[in-house]
């Protein structure tokens, strides 16, 4: 079985195309520019030759492309964006559009003419078909497609993004399915949660999804690092470029949790998150109030903070004296982390997968 993992962040996007007749290590894999830096570029591009632009597709991360669309509206450019692409930037379309973005609809955009057109979309098969094409790696012939992204979800009007994503994380959680409760096959996705569908409409048809949010996948795949899998009681950290997610985990079960930005974090106010959490101190409101996404403890009971294991793009934010963490690195590579973390939560999902995932993963 071969299975495509795609972990998009908002730097890289990390591929790792497993197959249980090879030994994890043996596996192939990309680190690449991710879609919204590729797209971010192309804005870039435009801006600096004075072109106008036009973009179409479907809702993707946004990040380093928002803030390029920033700065070509700045230089006096014009932007006309799909509503779907333009969601990108931000679900609420009226905030979109005091950015200064025309929106037209698809019929328009058809039309419209004297523009650089270009698409958004966060997973792009063909592109890394043609890759491993190079390679003499045919990826239609891939049993499983699985993907993660980071998805705040279609918060209502005057509900704020932090706090809509932040509960939508601890009903997860309390669902009782661990972190792999994240993932979902590609036909049961929450509404809600739209940059998850759109990457399973951009996805090719004859094969089939699993999508997942990117920070539990990481957290996920830490876990398979043997010495991660060993402590009864640990806390893991996912330091990504924007977000940061740390759990707190003991005997397995999620004890309890917290995401933040990662600007936001110095290395000293990230120590006395984490010594709070395994204290089970951690206020949400406190860190709610602090710009982050907020906290949940389930099980409050103080741990001795002996253990800490970080992975992520980030991860030197917290390598330091105080904490001496672990620096994870799943089959030898921490870059994977999330790839191996949606490889393991498709074993858990799909019946039909998970003999021959676990098969070639122990456990």
């Given at each position: 079985?071969?299975?495509?993992?795609?972990?998009?962040?908002?730097?890289?996007?990390?591929?790792l195309?497993?197959?249980?007749?090879?030994?994890?290590?043996?596996?192939?894999?990309?680190?690449?520019?991710?879609?919204?830096?590729?797209?971010?570029?192309a804005?870039g591009?435009?801006?600096?030759?004075?072109?106008?632009?036009?973009l179409t597709?479907?809702?993707?991360?946004?990040?380093?492309?928002?803030?390029?669309?920033?700065?070509?509206?700045?230089?006096?450019?014009?932007?006309?964006?799909?509503?779907d692409?333009?969601?990108?930037?931000?679900?609420?379309?009226?905030r979109?559009t005091?950015?200064?973005?025309?929106?037209?609809?698809?019929e328009e955009?058809?039309?419209?003419?004297?523009?650089?057109?270009?698409?958004?979309?966060?997973?792009?098969?063909?592109?890394l078909a043609?890759?491993?094409?190079?390679f003499?790696?045919?990826?239609?012939?891939?049993?499983?497609?699985?993907?993660?992204?980071?998805?705040?979800?279609?918060?209502?009007p005057?509900?704020s993004?932090?706090?809509f994503?932040?509960?939508?994380?601890?009903e997860?959680i309390?669902?009782?399915?661990?972190?792999?409760?994240?993932?979902?096959?590609?036909?049961?996705?929450?509404?809600?949660?739209?940059?998850?569908?759109?990457?399973?409409a951009?996805?090719?048809?004859?094969?089939?999804?699993?999508?997942?949010?990117?920070?539990?996948?990481?957290?996920?795949?830490?876990?398979?690092d043997?010495?991660?899998a060993?402590?009864?009681d640990?806390?893991?950290?996912?330091?990504?470029?924007?977000?940061?997610?740390?759990?707190?985990?003991?005997?397995?079960?999620?004890?309890?949790?917290?995401e933040?930005?990662?600007?936001?974090?110095?290395?000293?106010r990230?120590?006395?998150?984490l010594?709070?959490?395994?204290?089970?101190?951690?206020?949400?409101?406190?860190?709610?109030?602090?710009?982050?996404?907020?906290?949940?403890?389930?099980?409050?009971?103080?741990?001795?903070?002996?253990?800490?294991?970080?992975?992520?793009p980030?991860?030197?934010?917290?390598?330091?004296?105080?904490?001496?963490?672990?620096?994870?690195?799943?089959h030898?590579?921490?870059?994977?982390?999330?790839?191996?973390?949606?490889?393991?939560?498709?074993?858990?999902?799909?019946?039909?997968?998970?003999?021959?995932?676990?098969?070639?993963?122990?456990?």
């Amino acid at each position: 079985m071969q299975i495509l993992a795609i972990d998009i962040g908002t730097g890289t996007q990390d591929v790792l195309l497993f197959d249980t007749d090879k030994e994890p290590e043996n596996a192939l894999k990309l680190v690449m520019p991710s879609p919204t830096v590729q797209l971010a570029q192309a804005i870039g591009a435009a801006t600096r030759s004075g072109e106008d632009l036009l973009l179409t597709g479907v809702t993707m991360g946004g990040g380093p492309c928002t803030w390029a669309a920033e700065e070509h509206l700045r230089a006096g450019l014009r932007l006309f964006a799909t509503p779907d692409a333009a969601r990108t930037f931000d679900d609420d379309l009226d905030r979109v559009t005091a950015m200064g973005v025309v929106l037209v609809s698809d019929e328009e955009a058809v039309e419209l003419t004297g523009v650089r057109r270009l698409r958004t979309l966060d997973f792009d098969f063909e592109a890394l078909a043609r890759a491993f094409g190079v390679f003499g790696v045919d990826l239609n012939q891939v049993d499983l497609l699985a993907v993660a992204v980071f998805d705040h979800g279609a918060a209502p009007p005057g509900v704020s993004d932090r706090l809509f994503r932040f509960e939508y994380l601890a009903e997860r959680i309390r669902s009782g399915a661990g972190l792999s409760g994240f993932a979902f096959p590609g036909d049961r996705i929450p509404p809600r949660m739209t940059r998850l569908q759109a990457v399973a409409a951009t996805a090719p048809a004859n094969h089939p999804l699993v999508v997942m949010d990117t920070a539990p996948a990481a957290i996920l795949g830490a876990m398979e690092d043997p010495h991660v899998a060993r402590q009864r009681d640990a806390i893991l950290v996912n330091v990504g470029n924007l977000h940061t997610l740390a759990f707190h985990l003991r005997d397995g079960e999620i004890a309890g949790l917290f995401e933040h930005h990662t600007g936001l974090l110095s290395r000293e106010r990230l120590e006395e998150l984490l010594a709070q959490l395994a204290a089970g101190t951690l206020s949400h409101d406190e860190l709610f109030a602090g710009h982050g996404h907020g906290a949940l403890l389930l099980d409050p009971t103080p741990s001795p903070l002996d253990f800490v294991a970080v992975t992520g793009p980030r991860r030197g934010l917290l390598v330091g004296p105080a904490l001496r963490p672990y620096l994870a690195v799943p089959h030898g590579d921490m870059m994977m982390a999330g790839c191996w973390g949606l490889v393991r939560a498709c074993a858990h999902l799909l019946p039909w997968a998970a003999g021959a995932i676990e098969g070639a993963l122990g456990r």
